[in-house]
């Protein structure tokens, strides 16, 4: 259950905790600002209840850094564990592309990784993001086989898993529309 003291003294003492708690929510962005603003506006009869949320989403907004889009994939992309998510689609890639050159393509590096992950939703996933990656970079195709990640995808094409196989034949089709659109 939920409850702070709003009298001064103890507010202090109980603002500091939450304070670091929402250091480690904001690590985790698990959307807790967002829950409680939806708590909040509902239908609370607990006079008490609704200010002690009230006074938690004030603390969360004051201390809670939202995390871009770039900074939610990098993190993914170091714990291992890729979801479907607005981060890996379209408009990810058309907005983001130019920052995968950071660290001489660290990122793509370590998606070209993930292919030889031992989970299918990492090499699916993974898959997509090469293959859009090749769509919106201008030299996407050479930093991938720089990687040799063209043929980590050639492998992923006789998967058993058919998500992966999908995604495999989707970057590869991204990779050789590439390579025509540089011939034109």
Not at 30 to 50: F, H, M, P, Q, S
Not at 66 to 86: D, H, R
Not at 160 to 174: C, F, G, I, P
Request: hydrophobic share 40%; glycine share 4%.
């Amino acid at each position: 259950s939920v409850f702070f003291f709003n009298d001064t003294a103890t507010t202090e003492i109980y603002t500091e905790q939450i304070v670091g708690s929402v250091r480690c929510v904001q690590e985790t962005d698990c959307g807790l600002l967002r829950i409680v603003d939806v708590v909040v506006r509902g239908n609370i009869k607990d006079v008490e209840l609704k200010e002690d949320l009230e006074f938690l989403g004030q603390l969360l907004e004051k201390n809670i850094r939202i995390l871009t889009s770039f900074e939610k994939y990098t993190k993914e992309i170091a714990a291992i564990q890729l979801e479907w998510s607005p981060v890996h689609s379209e408009r990810f890639w058309k907005d983001n592309v130019k920052k995968f050159e950071e660290g001489n393509f660290y990122y793509i590096n370590e998606l070209v990784k993930l292919l030889s992950s031992d989970k299918p939703k990492n090499q699916a996933i993974a898959c997509y993001d090469l293959g859009e990656f090749c769509r919106f970079h201008p030299f996407g195709k050479n930093v991938i086989e720089k990687f040799d990640g063209k043929e980590k995808i050639l492998e992923l094409v006789n998967s058993t898993n058919s998500q992966v196989r999908e995604n495999a034949v989707l970057a590869l089709q991204k990779i050789m529309l590439q390579n025509w659109q540089s011939i034109l």
